[in-house]
């Protein structure tokens, strides 16, 4: 089962808007971290909040994390069309009494388009 | 160093064929993984390893073997491939850390 739902399914902005995707989970988690695709290629690995941060950021990327509601999202400002692309969220449950051996659960994702 | 690399790029099997898909990591990686990526879904696991000659199940691991004899590469098997396993198969490998990195993809159709 998908452990991560992602809103929208799909975001179509223009060259210079901010994009906002979000993602809920059911479990409580160590960390959430989010992937990117480009069409037809493996993903990459953007950013990772841990369950005791708030908020982070990488450069135009903005992550915050709201444990009590399992939600985060992600915000990418300034957009280029070079953004375009799939984007997932992915969470590495708690597991008392265990180790999770890095087993990622991911999001359905969101599509993105950045038009020139 | 190339990080992930995954082959072949792209195969169709009859139903009932069985195939290998080899991924190989140089990053002296212990952890490597093997997902599947459905149109609609996200990535789901189908096997992974913690480290050589060691592999485990993950959430949608029926129809498939694995297996890890060298630290570098990590082989998924398919024995007798049906059309529900048509799809891209993603390997991601990492350290002790979480980011896990991933290869290419193959895209697999079972016809």
């Known amino acids: 089962s998908q452990q991560g739902e992602e809103d929208p399914q799909a975001l179509s902005i223009q060259e210079g808007e901010n994009a906002t995707m979000n993602c809920s989970y059911k479990t409580s988690i160590n960390n959430l971290q989010w992937y990117r695709q480009n069409s037809g290629r493996g993903l990459v690995h953007l950013i990772l909040i841990r369950s005791n941060e708030r908020e982070k950021h990488s450069g135009r990327l903005r992550v915050t994390l709201d444990t009590s509601k399992k939600s985060s999202s992600l915000l990418i400002t300034a957009s280029r069309a070079a953004d375009t692309a799939s984007y997932f969220c992915?969470?590495?449950?708690?597991?008392?009494?265990?180790?999770?051996?890095?087993?990622?659960?991911f999001g359905q994702g969101t599509i993105l388009t950045v038009h020139p | 160093n190339a990080g992930v690399t995954q082959t072949p790029k792209f195969r169709v099997l009859k139903t009932g064929q069985s195939m290998t898909l080899l991924c190989a990591q140089d990053?002296?990686?212990?952890?490597m993984y093997w997902y599947r990526q459905d149109p609609g879904m996200g990535l789901r696991l189908i096997h992974y390893?913690?480290?050589?000659?060691?592999?485990a199940k993950g959430e949608v691991p029926d129809g498939y073997n694995v297996s890890r004899l060298k630290k570098q590469n990590f082989l998924l098997g398919l024995e007798s491939a049906a059309p529900s396993q048509t799809s891209v198969y993603f390997c991601?490998?990492?350290?002790?850390?979480?980011?896990?990195?991933f290869g290419p993809g193959t895209r697999l159709l079972v016809l």
């Open positions: 991601a490998s990492k350290l002790d850390g979480e980011t896990q990195y």
């Open positions: 390893s913690v480290g050589e000659g060691t592999t």
């Open positions: 990053m002296n990686h212990e952890y």
């Open positions: 992915a969470t590495i449950p708690t597991n008392a009494g265990g180790t999770s051996y890095g087993k990622l659960t």
